[in-house]
């Protein structure tokens, strides 16, 4: 058992790593949300900013956008040229996406400061392809209505967890520890 632990020492590591700072950060987030419905945000702080950032880049996009809450739902209606397309919901705000980049970024650590500033930079990076992916797939609903199933289920989850994939190849290839080792 031990030959065994101490071949798959590096695996076992960021596996319990990972899964430490996910629940952590979950965790942290699930009680930033159940703070949230005391807020004067509705439904919580970052579902409506990137509700509210969605409206003004449609609207640099050349589209009238409105946001408005939703009377019988914890979401956002976005609303492109007087026509309700879209529903910006909790989970539509990044939060979760990037918990699980920072969990396997840091399971994945190199340098402290190297690291902090990766997991910020990428960080903010997520946020704002997650804004232009709402406004991508509004304006994609607005213009092929029939496609909004595909867009939304195919497409832009491919957009957002790509990029999250592209930031962690890159991450192990250039600053993690596991390249120095195994240089």
């Given at each position: 058992?031990?030959?065994?632990?101490?071949?798959?020492?590096?695996?076992?590591?960021?596996?319990?790593?990972?899964?430490?700072?996910?629940?952590?950060?979950?965790?942290?987030y699930k009680f930033y949300l159940d703070f949230s419905e005391v807020s004067k945000?509705?439904?919580?702080?970052?579902?409506?900013?990137?509700?509210?950032?969605?409206?003004?880049?449609l609207g640099d996009l050349g589209y009238n956008a409105q946001v408005?809450?939703?009377?019988?739902?914890?979401?956002?209606?976005?609303?492109v040229n007087g026509k309700f397309l879209a529903r910006i919901i909790e989970g539509c705000n990044g939060i979760s996406v990037i918990i699980l980049f920072v969990s396997f970024i840091i399971a994945f650590s190199g340098?402290?400061?190297?690291?902090?500033?990766?997991?910020?930079?990428?960080?903010?990076?997520?946020?704002?392809?997650?804004?232009?992916?709402?406004?991508?797939?509004t304006m994609g609903i607005y213009h092929y209505p029939k496609q909004e199933t595909f867009l939304h289920t195919v497409v832009f989850p491919g957009i957002?967890?790509?990029?999250?994939?592209?930031?962690?190849?890159?991450?192990?290839?250039r600053f993690?520890?596991?390249k120095k080792e195994n240089d």
């Open positions: 058992m031990k030959i065994l632990f101490n071949k798959y020492r590096s695996v076992i590591r960021f596996m319990v790593t990972f899964l430490l700072v996910y629940i952590c950060l979950s965790v942290a945000f509705y439904p919580d702080y970052f579902t409506n900013l990137v509700a509210q950032q969605t409206q003004l880049l408005s809450p939703h009377p019988d739902e914890p979401s956002m209606k976005l609303i340098k402290l400061k190297t690291t902090f500033l990766y997991v910020f930079a990428g960080s903010v990076l997520l946020y704002v392809v997650n804004v232009l992916r709402i406004a991508i797939l957002i967890y790509g990029m999250v994939f592209l930031l962690w190849v890159f991450w192990v290839n993690s520890n596991l």
